[in-house]
């Protein structure tokens, strides 16, 4: 992460570390690692495997605390629809943290900023970054912000498929028909993946990159659906 980069993400996350090492820890994947043994890089499994905790513990009293009705099972079955790969992913896509992961040539060729995995344990990463960083209250102030909001009130997530949200926002804002465009197809059969546009109208408003169709055109989506949110 470039010292400008590692600036701009605490400013748009409204965070400073005291431990910059941390934070630039948690946006350091294994494949950036593997490919500058010379230097001190940490990668951030061990922060993920951390976050991973923090987050279990953070959601899970989040949902006790407003959801002072439900069974120990009913919040059980919230918390895994909340602390899930592809809701992490999605928490990480609308705070743009792909942009600023360090990733290795081949993974940043694969399109690793844009795969649901890596989103989701990058997530975790900070998360687990915060933890050692400020504290539990911390991470309670930083998913209050960003996360919590985003908890409906059966527990669920407001956010759940960008392609629906999206529909939404441009029928409201009579913006013209949604068309997913397949734009590229590479690797060989058993490791396709798929670059997908989204236009709206006849302007393109994002790009999308999956293993499956379906994953590309969410990941178009989520960039379509924050372009028109900013």
Not at 6 to 29: D, N, V
Not at 126 to 150: K, N, T
């Amino acid at each position: 992460m470039k010292h400008d980069s590692f600036e701009e993400l605490q400013q748009h996350l409204q965070l400073r570390f005291r431990t910059p090492r941390l934070l630039r820890q948690a946006f350091t994947h294994t494949s950036y690692v593997n490919e500058h043994r010379q230097t001190s890089l940490e990668h951030n499994e061990r922060l993920e495997f951390l976050g991973d905790a923090v987050l279990q513990l953070t959601v899970s009293e989040f949902l006790y605390r407003t959801f002072p009705e439900r069974p120990e099972g009913q919040l059980t079955r919230m918390r895994a629809s909340i602390v899930c790969e592809p809701s992490l992913a999605r928490f990480a896509e609308m705070l743009e943290l792909g942009t600023h992961v360090l990733l290795g040539r081949g993974e940043e060729q694969l399109g690793g900023r844009q795969r649901q995995a890596l989103l989701a344990d990058l997530f975790e990463s900070l998360v687990g970054a915060i933890y050692l960083d400020q504290g539990l209250e911390a991470v309670r102030s930083f998913l209050a912000s960003y996360i919590f909001p985003h908890i409906d009130s059966n527990g669920g997530l407001l956010v759940k498929d960008f392609k629906s949200t999206l529909q939404e926002k441009a029928q409201h804002a009579g913006m013209g028909p949604i068309e997913y465009r397949i734009v590229e197809e590479r690797g060989p059969a058993h490791d396709r993946e798929f670059v997908i546009e989204v236009l709206i109208g006849e302007t393109a408003y994002g790009t999308g990159i999956g293993r499956t169709k379906k994953e590309a055109e969410q990941q178009a989506a989520a960039e379509a659906w924050r372009k028109l949110a900013d």
